[in-house]
């Protein structure tokens, strides 16, 4: 059973810091695209950063620059570290994992909220 476990997020006011960690039990992590999702409210799901195997990096144009994707296959781990923060970056964010047999699993969330 796979389960990904997310922590890190929390309130912190705009320009600052947060690093958001997902931690992967149950699959074979180094195979696997990892993301981070967010949900804002109002708005639909959209993809923030994604990584795949090799370490090749994606991501959306509203965090370029700021958001920067990393992995840890020996701790079956997942980060996202934001700086810069903005409020319109306050929304529920998601880990998400894609097997190799292309099945996709989610986190239960963590709650992001940046401050003006």
């Known amino acids: 059973q796979v389960q990904l476990v997310e922590s890190g997020g929390g309130l912190v006011q705009a320009g600052g810091s947060l690093r958001l960690s997902c931690a992967a039990f149950?699959?074979?992590?180094?195979?696997?695209?990892m993301a981070w999702y967010r949900r804002a409210p109002g708005k639909q799901r959209e993809l923030v950063a994604a990584i795949g195997s090799g370490g090749n990096t994606n991501y959306a144009d509203s965090v370029k620059g700021r958001f920067t994707i990393s992995r840890d296959n020996a701790k079956n781990t997942v980060y996202l570290q934001m700086n810069s923060l903005k409020p319109e970056d306050t929304a529920v964010y998601y880990c998400?994992?894609?097997?190799?047999?292309?099945?996709?699993?989610w986190g239960q969330g963590t709650q992001v909220t940046v401050s003006s």
């Open positions: 149950g699959t074979i992590f180094s195979r696997n695209v």
């Open positions: 998400n994992a894609l097997d190799t047999r292309m099945t996709t699993y």
